[in-house]
């Protein structure tokens, strides 16, 4: 294993015969995780290690891991990993190690693949995680939309903003849905509106990704930038391309999808028969991401029904399981929804758009989403706005 070498003098790290230099602060950080490598430690635990007395603020930590991992990403086997929900660690790979055998044998690597799609179908995010981070010890190598998979579900914006080997084309779908979750007010839902409409005039998206978008994700914009029945209008294509294609994955999130319009759109009897078919089809595919998404849009239902006690109550469960599936986008995305809704539909219930708005206020502490907004639209604005 090629060892760091740390020059405090100049503030230099060399690993074998490459060296690159760092800013002081982040030497003395890299210098600690290395020291401590293969540990976690919170944001706090690295102020009061790294920085005592010196810096009063988490985003401190973030901003020099994000500048950190840029610089490392000519050495891919030192990695400072996101540890979701606390804090940070590096970890070091050997680089000369044998591999395992498993890694060149297409049956296992298919039979991986496969438990990696069993695990996105059902909603478990936190196995899909596990998996990952094993694949070492396990003798597989994650292919690269899980790899894009496994950042965007745990919210890791500063990956897809770094270069890191993967065409800009196969991240743009997942940094879209990423900023989707950073529209809480209506200008800023017509915003990202503008965004996706463009990315699907350009066909700029894999083909797959393409029709996600157009028959799934912008309906639910549609929705929140005030034109429902715009949405309405592209039921039945959706619908049809679902059976045509034979897009059994999809069968569920369109119906939701489609009830969550109707219940913006004021169609209660709608969203009644909706919620019936839905709950029939949930009892044979019990998908926790399908499952936490319903009763948020049951809730909102409940709401606007005039049951305001059920509906709040049926919305906190559907986002502890959405936690529970260990999905960041789609909870930043429900809550939201949530926070628009409230401001709109029930302008008389002040303490429950502040409830959820304290909600996301924690996720944005969370995952630094007021501190990357800006790098990540113009992102995107750059590949689709040339």
Known sequence: MSSLIFDPASYTVTCGS???????????????LYDHRHQAFTREQLLDRVWLLEYPVERTVDDHIYRLRRKLRHWPHIAINTVRGYGYSLTVRDRRAVGNPSVQDPEVQEAMRELFKKYHLLGQGRSLLALADRQEVLGFEVDEFYTLYVHFIQGDIPWFLEENGIPFREKLYWMLLMYRGMALRREEVLSFLQLCERVLALRILPDRQHREMEILNIL????DAGRPGEAINRFEKARQT???DGLSGFVIPVAIM????????GQSSEAERAS???????????????????HIVKGLHLLTQGQRQAG??????GLEVLQASMHVPMLLGAVCQIVLFLQERLPDAPRLEQKYRAFYDALDKEFGLSRYRTDLKEGIQKAIFP
Do not use: T
């Not at 489609?258 to 759109?265: L, W």
């Not at 019936?276 to 319903?294: A, K, V």
């Not at 709040?312 to 469960?317: Q, W």
């Open 18 to 32: 490459d060296s690159i230099g760092l800013l002081a602060k982040e030497f003395a950080l890299l210098q600690f």
């Open 258 to 265: 489609e009830m969550y319009v109707q219940v913006v759109a």
């Open 220 to 223: 639910d914009v549609y929705a």
């Open 276 to 294: 019936g078919r839905i709950e029939r089809l949930l009892q044979g595919s019990p998908y926790l991401r399908e499952i936490g998404r319903y």
């Open 242 to 244: 679902v059976e045509s």
């Open 312 to 317: 709040a109550d049926l919305i906190d469960e």
